[in-house]
Each structure stands twice: as structure tokens, then as C-alpha cells.
């Protein structure tokens, strides 16, 4: 059952309610084309309209400005933005931080984002390679708040080991985090000891209970494989597959949603995860054909996930559990993806994503849900204390 619907007031429009305390400050901003207020209006026009000729520049993280740009490693060029006649840095390019020349003309770096809540997705690490460097630099940095689009009171998955630290996860935390992109900022100044001039500014209005549909907000696809809720709220887990030659659903219209390959069984596949004592989701069988990357123009035997009940569904542990079955069931045909991965060019990327070898093993031997479930509790409860000193709502 939904609950009542919110009106949340973003840092974007919080800022624009007051902009005086950052007025005379030479202006860089981190942003993608999710990054609008209630009006769709984008981020960097709004700034301008606020700060005029001191907004100097614009950074963009993976996917680019627009988000036009596919998964690992399609990078996106500077370029000059067509709408303010401003620099756009790419930092997803030939740099995943900016350069010391980028950061010479600013005061002040805002960063706005849209995350979807799991340590996978990029721009968190942006934003971390961004503090970091204007940290060096002497640069304030300040983030506008966003929802994280699934709430944020659940936690799930393994604290990442720092052996497997990468673009894809800087820090220990796990594949679910439940915090906003201001929380994180908050806890990664603390802790990589950043000597940082950091504000959050933060929302009215969001509580950690309300998922993306119940702020009022309107969604708009911060990456092109993102574009509903929908896929955000299986993506903690399914993005897994990008370790595996299981299809994650490129290539469809619902990606993340659908996975398969032409090797699959999907009666094996729905029997085993329906006797699961995993709730809150049901696998109707879809074949596809992806119309790019893996398995392009060949069909896929697979199946649509279907989240029938979102605050009983754990993405995360599903995932774990499908790769078990299908390493148990297809073990002749299923194979590890090999790198390179988010620029790493030696470790397995299924261990980059997971973030914990003890777990890929467990999976491996063919732990059931009820076995990775418990395993997994350590880490999510040792976590859920440690981010509390960072909470803001």
C-alpha cells in the first residue's frame, strides 16, 4: 500500500530560495540532466539565472551531460555548452577528476546529482574524486540533497573489501546504502580526512521512509539504463549481472527489469527462486532480443522481475540467489565476464561488484538465500551503525 504523497523541496530549490551566502563566488557545477527542480527546469540554467557570469563552468560525470552516453567505458569529450556558452569538463573521459587547470578559475564547486541509492552507480565516486581534489585546491564544495529514490531506512548487502576498491566503490560501504547523495559526501569527508570547506544543503520535506514516487518529484533518467524506478528498485542487485554473460537486459526496454541468455531454462529458474524464502516479487517469463551488447540479435530465454512488494523485496540477496542457481543448473554454458571493467584492467569485475571475494564463494558453492542472508547481516548491521554520526533526516 502507498502512502500519502509528499512534496519534497530539493537542495537545488533550497538554494534558489537563498542564494546570498555563496553570491561573488566564482561558480563550477557538477551536474547531469536528472538534476532539475519540481519544474523540470534544469540545474545549470537555474544557477545561471542566480549567479549570472559567475557560474564559470560545468563538470559532467559517466553518461555525460545529457546522459546520452551507453555504460562502462563509453566516454563523453569536453565541449562548450550550447545553452551558456560555459566550459563542460568531462569527468568521464580522459580524466575521472577534474584537472588543477578546471578548478583554477572557481571558489566554489556545487555538486548536484541524482543517485539511486546503490555503491555501484558512479557519481558518488565523482563526487568523491571532486572532493578530494578541491580539497587540494582549496576549492568549498557544496552539495544539493536528493532523494535517494529507494527511502532510506533499508540497508542491504556486504561492506566493501578495501582490496576491491575501484570507480565502481571507494569506500566500505554496501551495494544498498540508504543514504543521500549529501549523507555520503558528509561520510566520505570524514573519511578519506578531507581538510574540506563541505555544506550540505539540505531538503524540506523527505523523510528515510518515502521511496522516489512518493516525493512528487518528477523522475527523469540520470543514466540511460535508468529509466524508471522500477529499474532502480531491482538494480541493486541486477547490476551484478554486468559481471557474467547473463543479459541485465541492454539492448530492451526494461533493462535490469529482464535478464536471461539463450542458454537459460526459465521454468528451472522461476521454480528454484520462487521455492526461495525470498518475497515481494514475481518472475513472468519473457523472451528477448537485445538490440545491443550482449547476446545483440540473439533471443534471450529469460524472465520480466516484477516488484509486487517493494518493502519486502531484497534485491541484493536475489541476485546472489539467481547467480546460484544459474552456476548450479547452467554451469557449462554460465561464465564470468572478464575485464576490463570501469577502467580495471587485471581483477574480475563480479568481484569489483560484489566487493567481497568470501561472497562470490559462497555463491559459487551454492548458498541458499536463508545462508547468504545471514552472512550478509554482520556487514548491514555494523554499517547501519556507523552511518548514523552522517544522517540528516
Not at 569527468?91 to 541509492?117: A, E, F
Not at 578541491?134 to 527511502?151: E, T, Y
Request: glycine share 8%; charged share 25%; with cysteine.
Amino acid at each position: 500500500m502507498q502512502r500519502e504523497m509528499a512534496k519534497v523541496v530539493t537542495g537545488l530549490e533550497s538554494l534558489a530560495l537563498d542564494p546570498r551566502p555563496l553570491k561573488g563566488l566564482r561558480i563550477g557545477l557538477l551536474c547531469h540532466q536528472a538534476s532539475i527542480d519540481s519544474r523540470l527546469r534544469q540545474a545549470k540554467n537555474i544557477l545561471f539565472e542566480l549567479f549570472g557570469k559567475d557560474l564559470k563552468c560545468l563538470f559532467s560525470p559517466q553518461h555525460g551531460l545529457y546522459a546520452d552516453k551507453q555504460d562502462n567505458m563509453v566516454e563523453s569529450e569536453d565541449m562548450i555548452d550550447e545553452d551558456l556558452g560555459i566550459p563542460v569538463f568531462s569527468l568521464y573521459g580522459k580524466r575521472r577528476k577534474p584537472s588543477t587547470d578546471s578548478l583554477s578559475n572557481i571558489d566554489c564547486l556545487i555538486i548536484d546529482l541524482q543517485d539511486v541509492g546503490t555503491r555501484v552507480y558512479t557519481y558518488i565516486w565523482t563526487m568523491c574524486l571532486c572532493m578530494k581534489e578541491a580539497a587540494k585546491a582549496g576549492i568549498k564544495v557544496v552539495v544539493l540533497d536528493r532523494p535517494n529514490p529507494l527511502g532510506g531506512e533499508r540497508v542491504e548487502g556486504n561492506l566493501l573489501s578495501p582490496d576491491f576498491f575501484s570507480f565502481v566503490g571507494m569506500a566500505q560501504i554496501p551495494m544498498r546504502h540508504g543514504m543521500t547523495i549529501g549523507e555520503i559526501a558528509l561520510y566520505l569527508r570524514r573519511e578519506f580526512g578531507l581538510d574540506l570547506d563541505l555544506k550540505v544543503i539540505k531538503m524540506a520535506g523527505w523523510n528515510r521512509r518515502m521511496y522516489f514516487d512518493e516525493t512528487g518529484l518528477p523522475w527523469v533518467w540520470p543514466s540511460p539504463n535508468m529509466p524508471t524506478l522500477d529499474t532502480a528498485l531491482v538494480y541493486p542487485g541486477q547490476v551484478l549481472l554486468e559481471g557474467t554473460n547473463l543479459s541485465e537486459g541492454r539492448g530492451t526496454t526494461r533493462p535490469f527489469e529482464v535478464f536471461g541468455a539463450p542458454y537459460l531454462d526459465i521454468k528451472v529458474i522461476s521454480r528454484e527462486m520462487e521455492g526461495s524464502d525470498l518475497k515481494g516479487f514475481y518472475l513472468r517469463p519473457q523472451y528477448f532480443e537485445p538490440t545491443f551488447h550482449k547476446w545483440h540479435g540473439e533471443t534471450c530465454k529469460g524472465v520480466q522481475i516484477h516488484v509486487i512488494d517493494r518493502y519486502k523485496f531484497e534485491p541484493y540477496l536475489f541476485t546472489l540467489t539467481l547467480l546460484s542457481v544459474v552456476m548450479r543448473h547452467f554451469k557449462d554454458d554460465f561464465s564470468y565476464k572478464l575485464p576490463p571493467y570501469e577502467y580495471e584492467f587485471e581483477r574480475l569485475p563480479m568481484d569489483l561488484l560484489i566487493g567481497k571475494q568470501e561472497i562470490r564463494m559462497l555463491v559459487e558453492d551454492g548458498m541458499d538465500s536463508t545462508g547468504l542472508r545471514e552472512v550478509l547481516r554482520r556487514d548491514q548491521e555494523a554499517f547501519c551503525e556507523m552511518r548514523q554520526a552522517y544522517l540528516l533526516y
